[in-house]
Every structure is written in C-alpha cells, then in structure tokens.
C-alpha cells in the first residue's frame, strides 16, 4: 500500500489520480545458459495497481487506518497466481529445451 502524488505519467501521457494504491509486482525468471535472469513486472505491463482510495494529499494516520476491498485484493491475489503458474509452465518447458539441447551436444562431443 503507498500513496501516489498523481499527475502525467511521462512515459503514457495519462493522468493518475492522487491517492492511496495497493499494488503488486509480478515476478518473472529465466535461465539463460547458466545464468537465471530475474526480471520484475515495472514496465512490461506486469505491475498489477489498483486505487484503494483517492485523496487530496497524504496523510499517515489514513494510510494506517485503510482496509482494501476484499474484492481488490481477491483479483491481485487470482492474478498473482495465475501469472506465477503461466510462469512456472514456462520456466519447466525451458528447462526441459536445454537439458535436450546439453543431451545433444554431450552426444555429438562423445561421436
């Protein structure tokens, strides 16, 4: 949960409102040969963020007090693992590319 100022967003051109927000990032890791790239969801449209409240300016006790929705954290919460398992299923179907891709290579260097 934090608080948004608001304004232009400079990379769309869209207004954001001013106020309180509970977001959530997803995420993503690959393997690249024998490096694992992590990768977190700020620009490539994985940041889940939804308004919980708007407000004119910010306020510490608000925040404190503030319960989100339980409908807005069920969809964050759904859509957390629903991305996580389509990551998961994709991160197996790579792993298993490469061991057949090294199972390759170790029998062509054995011929």
Known sequence: MEYDEG?????????KT?????????ETSKQDGIFTVRKFGMFDGTSLVSLIEPAKGF?????????????ILARLRETVLAQNAENQEKALKQKALY???????DL????
């Open 99 to 105: 061991e057949a891709q090294a199972k390759t290579l």
């Open 59 to 71: 306020s510490a006790a608000r925040l404190a007090k503030i319960v989100p929705d339980q409908d």
């Open 7 to 15: 304004g232009e967003n400079v990379f769309t051109g869209k207004m």
């Open 18 to 26: 001013r106020g309180y927000f509970l977001g959530a990032t997803i």
């Open 108 to 111: 062509e260097a054995t011929q």
